[in-house]
């Protein structure tokens, strides 16, 4: 559950991460994740927050749209107005408000309830949301289903050091333990790796790490 006083406003939040230069080191890690370019990349960020993580693969991948969701509408439009910032096309983004513990479910801008489809999204960016889910393990499972055969899951997650727990603890994110993570989305099928950031990537690596999972492809079938 999300308390209200957090994220007050979402511009202050917004100015915070790039003043700080959290955005630049996450954009500096995410720049140095090897992922394989394909046309017309289907994105998910869920939870996206001011859209760092989605908005930086829309400027990698030229072809790719972007589904952005989040709790709050605040931060949908301070998504798009980053967009704007950014001089990414905005009809290559679309958003809807969407609770993590059911990350498939969409409410768009109109007021319609959309089911976002299985096996579909190239590449789904999450980044510190999975721990306000109601059951962390079941949005893990349910965010793996909507990835397409081949697509790759990147978790942004809170770290378990002194800083990430007091940054959690104060935020109220209740997350599982990093290894459990890791064994769900194995459960799922996935190839799965840990990675911490650098000394290159301060301030980010304070409070963040990488749990990557790639869904295997599809089986290719003999004639
Ligand atoms: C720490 S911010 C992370 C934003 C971004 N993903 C990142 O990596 O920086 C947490 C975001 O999760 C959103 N959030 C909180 N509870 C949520 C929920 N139950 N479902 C979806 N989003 C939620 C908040 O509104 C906020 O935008």
Avoid: W
């Avoid at 589904?67 to 001089?87: G, K, V």
């Avoid at 893990?140 to 378990?160: D, K, Q, S, V």
């Amino acid at each position: 559950m999300l308390n209200p006083r957090l994220y007050k406003s979402t511009r202050v939040y917004d100015f915070f991460l790039k003043s700080l230069g959290y955005e630049r080191s996450i954009h500096r890690f995410l720049g140095s994740v090897d992922l394989q370019p394909r046309d017309h990349m289907q994105i998910l960020d869920a939870g996206c927050g001011t859209g760092m993580l989605g908005l930086h693969f829309l400027e990698r991948f030229p072809s790719a749209t972007l589904t952005a969701t989040d709790l709050e509408s605040r931060f949908l439009t301070t998504t798009l107005d980053n967009a704007r910032i950014r001089q990414i096309d905005p009809s290559r983004i679309r958003v809807g408000v969407a609770d993590i513990s059911h990350p498939s479910q969409l409410v768009t801008p109109d007021g319609q309830l959309v089911t976002l489809p299985q096996n579909h999204f190239h590449l789904i960016c999450v980044g510190a949301v999975v721990g306000y889910a109601s059951s962390t393990e079941d949005s893990l499972r349910e965010l793996i289903r909507m990835l397409a055969p081949g697509g790759t899951l990147i978790n942004l997650e809170m770290n378990e050091s002194p800083t990430g727990r007091f940054i959690s603890k104060r935020y109220h994110y209740a997350n599982i333990a990093l290894t459990r993570m890791q064994q769900i989305l194995r459960e799922e099928g996935c190839q799965v790796r840990m990675t911490r950031l650098s000394l290159v990537h301060l301030p980010a690596k304070f409070t963040r790490v990488a749990i990557i999972a790639t869904k295997p492809p599809k089986p290719t079938t003999d004639n």
